[in-house]
Every structure is written in structure tokens, then in C-alpha cells.
């Protein structure tokens, strides 16, 4: 992790001038580091701590300077392609005893700012050149790991963290748009927009550069390609391709010198991570698995890839603690309040594996989204070409209803729709319970883009345009990534992202359509192929995301009802500015009898919106 500060105009500081104490103050949430280093001058401050996961970034020297030009280079990532960026730089012997730090400073030298396109891995980086009075910062395609910066009274800031560009003489202030969106539908997720004015973040797959006295200039460097080709028939290739690539994603995240930990919901993304990290580490104490056990079937499907392959150490929580020293730990590690509810939820999981000397925990998230995704455009695009014979193979039931849906699909041709409407008829019901003030909806527009967010993948007519157009087009899900990246490295947990790997990810992009969705339905068709014969069948081949019904009194109605009057009776002005206080105490008061488990779970995410930004704002 890094932070860096640079005077960039022509006036000096307007501020006083970074300490190596100052600076290090934002950074003690994350614990003690292994290593710790500063270059300071008259006009810049870089900071880089570092906790060592394995020989790879074993630094002691940070930040690097580049013996060509100079400059200062800071370093937090994972570089996959070792061998070949060694290679390019005409280097031999590299061994782990070269860190990946230490290649990325050659290759500074020798690419200069095209250096994020040779490399193969999940990074952040910064370079300060003092002497030429410039910034050059650079994040992966996925966004793997946040990256914020503010540029204001000739001060250029960078950081790991948002909490590091509190600087004092500086403005801070609170965004009451980003405010009013956090508090109602997840609407605050954005790939450069923050909670403050002032601080913004460096989308995944871009850069940035500055000059003194100039404009940061943000450019993508990284462009994803919609190139596969039209396919009528299956080849197991395809599956060959991708089940190599998968293993490749999941093994090169497993170095580690300390045990490693998996998250596991007994889904197809999870199990196969666990069951491929099984494969390499093996059963005993180099692994452990986490999981949530709330619903009635996930003890049975979390412990099947766990019982095939022995694994010995398991975690399930049955349930969900979070003390409030612990939100407060995910707060300051952050910077503002957490948008993704999976950094506070799943402190149990780093608390654990804190415990046990994990220092690397994978997750299976980002399936979903791209390599494992339904595929259910398949249909519209198999139909949009002809290609009946393999349209109807893929429909669902016997034989007699397939052509009966393929003779109405030919005379009523499916379109593309303004929304997904089992995503619309769900807003409709919960737009009712929204607790903004009417002046704060219309000022913010918060109706229109709560609406929109049910879109999903309504407008699109094939598999790629669904994933590129949303999934990998406004990338909320960096938003997960950035945040649960910090939350868990509070517990000094480097979380990784296996099925988000940009090489995974493009294959994916590039493979036949009719290779991602499968007969009578079936949907997740590649993935389901590639970990067949990997996890257990009861695993790859179940049709259903449903883990059965909730189990213990995790939404207790009457404690929800308590949390909502207590947060209620205590709020903030910036967040009373923006709660209708009648439309609170009726959600509150339909907590009271027997309220279903959607609108208990409607209140528990909006409690804790209202909690954790009432918290930040005290």
C-alpha cells in the first residue's frame, strides 16, 4: 500500500508540508507492517508499507527508485507473468529472490508509461519523478485493488486509501449527493466518484499523468475485445481453453509463504476455487475454507468440494457479528462507509483467519458477472441468426414443448426490453419504503437511476453486449473489490480474485456463444463443463442459485425495529438533511408482526447504510 503527495504548483505548499508521521497515521488501521519506507524532497512525499506474503514482494527497499531516471516507484500487486516480462527485458535467472517490485522498476525503465500493458497480474502503482515535477499512477483492468487521488490548491495526492488524503488546510467535504445515494439502493457505487467532494478514484484499465502546473490526464489502457466468433457446433477445445485458464487464474494466487483461505457458499464459483486450491496446496494446514451456513442447504453444499478433497479446516458461521469497533476498523480503513455490504459482512471471515495466520484469502466473486454468467442472450442471438437446429436444442422441456416454444419464438420474436422485469416488479414493491425526503429524490434524481438499476440485462440482445455493457462497462463491481480489499487488509488479509483474472475474462469474451449456454436451458454451460469432474456433481450440475429457506434469527423483526428507532433518535444534520422522518418510522412500524424475510432484509440494508454514514459523519 502506498500514499504520495506532491506540490505540483508554482506557489509551494498551501498547506504544511506531509511529516513521515503525518502520513503514516491513516495506515495504522492496517497493523504492523513488515516493511516500511519514505522518499521525501521539497516538493514530494511518497509513503509504502508492505506485509509480506511470500518471496515475491519480500521489498525492504520502499519505495524503488529507478535507477534511469530517478523516480520514485511504489508497488501493491501481484505480477503473473514473471517469466515473460523478464524475458522482455532481457534478463536471465530470475529467481523469487527478484520481487515483483523490482521488475516492475526495470520495466519502468525500459516502457516508461506504457508499462501497464506489460504486465499480467492484480497491481496499483504510482511514480513520482521529482525532478521533472511529474505523477504517472496506473491501476489493473479489473480494478483489483482502489486507488484515490485529489488534485486541489496545487496539491497533487494519491493513496491506497481514501483516509490518507485527509490532509489538514485542505477542503473536505462530505458529498450530500453520494450521501442521499448510499442511504437507498446501492446508488452511490461509482467507478470515479467518492463520499467527498474532492476525492476521486482511477477506473481499472486506466491511467493517470500529471506535469506541474498541468491537468491530470486519465486515459484507458485497457480495451476489452468482442471478437468471438459465430459457432454452430460445440468443441470440447473450448472447454479444454478454458478449464486451463481457470486452474492458471486460481493456482497463481495461491503463492504464499502462510496458510490460505478460500470463501466458499457452495456455489460452482467457490467450490472450484476451493477444490483447485485442495488440488495444489493440499488437505491439511496450508488451507482453510469460510463460509456463511444461514440458509438450509448450504452446510451440505459448502462441505461436499471440502469432504471430497478432506480438506481438515473449515469455518462456518452460522451467524452474523459485527461489533461496532469492528465496522469503525472497516470505516477507517476505507476512508468513508463501506458501499458494498461484504466488508462488514464478512469480518467474521477475517477474524477467523486472522487467528489462524492466513494472509491470503480467495474469493469466487466476479463469476456471476462474466465467465460463469446465465447466458441466457444465447437464445435471442442463436434466433437473431438463423440457426434454429441449435436454438432449439437449448430451449427448455421435452420435446414436444421445445418446438412448440420454437414455432412461438419464430412468430412472436423475442426483443430486447427496457428492463428486466422480475428486477422491475421487485423495485416497484421496495421504491415505497425509500426514506429520502421527496425534495432529496427529485434534486438527486435518485427515482430515475433506482430504476434504471433494474435494467440489468433487459437491453441487450447478446451474451457479450450484456457483459460488456454492464458488467464491464460502469464496473460497480469494482466497488466490492475496493472495498473488501481494504476491509480484510485491516486484519492484514490480501484478498484475491481468481474468477476476475483479465486473461480468464477475455477467453471468455472470445469464445463461441454456443459454447456458454447449453441444452434444455442449461445456463453457466462453459463453467459447468470445465469443473466437471472437479468439484462434485451435486455441486456443478445444480440448476438453482437457491440455498433454501433462512435459518436462526439473524433478522430478528424486533431488533431490527430497536436498531431503526436508536438510529432514528440520533442521526446526524447531514443525514437528517436528507431522511424523511415519517417514511422512516413507517418502515420501522412494518417491522411490527410478522413481516416477510425481502422487507426484514430491506430494513437490515437500509439500518446499515444509515448506520455506517451516520457513523462517518459524527
Known sequence: MFAGVMSVGRKGWP???????SMAIPFAVFGQADAEGMAVSETAVLLERRRFVSAQNRDLELPRCCPKSGAWISFWGRIDNRADLARALGLVGVGDETTDAALVVAAWARFGRDLPAQ????????????????????????????????????VFAFASTAAALKFPGLPLTPDRDWIARSLWGGLSKHIER?????????????????EADGTPQVERWHHWRDDAPFATRRDSAHVDAYRAMLEESVNCRLTSD??????????????????LA??????????????????????????????????EHNYLATGYAVCEAESARVLAAIGYPAEHGNADFHVPFYREATLHGV???ISGFGGDEVVSNQGQHALIEMQRAGAYRQLLEMLKGNALMRTARLAKRILMPPRAQTHNSAYLADWRQRWPHCPLTNSVIDEHQVERDYFNSARFDGPYERVNDFILGHHLGPMDSTTRLENCTLAAAAWGIEYRWPLWDARLVQLYLSTPTIEKFGPRGIG????????????????AWRMTKWMGSPVGRHLDPRDLADWGRVLRDKMPSDVAAVIDPEKLDRLIGGLEGTPDYEYRALCRRTF???????????
Open 15 to 21: 498547506m504544511p508540508r506531509p511529516t513521515a508521521a
Open 359 to 361: 494472509r491470503t484469502l
Open 278 to 311: 485442495a488440488r495444489t496446496l493440499g488437505s491439511g494446514d496450508r488451507l482453510r475454507t469460510f463460509g456463511f451456513a444461514n440458509f438450509e442447504d448450504e452446510p451440505e453444499l459448502i462441505l461436499a468440494t471440502s469432504q471430497a478433497y478432506r480438506i
Open 524 to 539: 453457466r454451460y462453459l463453467h459447468r463443463r470445465a469443473i466437471d469432474g472437479i468439484v462434485p456433481s451435486k455441486v
Open 258 to 275: 502462510y496458510p490460505v483461505g478460500v470463501e466458499t457458499s457452495g456455489g460452482i464459483d467457490s467450490s472450484i476455487a476451493v477444490a
Open 194 to 210: 467518492t463520499a467527498y467532494v474532492e476525492f476521486q478514484k482511477l477506473p481499472g484499465g486506466h491511467t493517470l499523468f500529471l
Open 119 to 154: 504486465l499480467i497480474g492484480d497491481f496499483t502503482l504510482a511514480v513520482i519523478d521529482d525532478a521533472r515535477r511529474q505523477v504517472f499512477l496506473a491501476r489493473d483492468p479489473m480494478g483489483s485493488r482502489p486507488l484515490y487521488y485529489r488534485y486541489d490548491n496545487g
Open 608 to 618: 446499515t447504510s444509515l448506520s455506517s454514514v451516520s457513523r462517518w459523519l459524527e
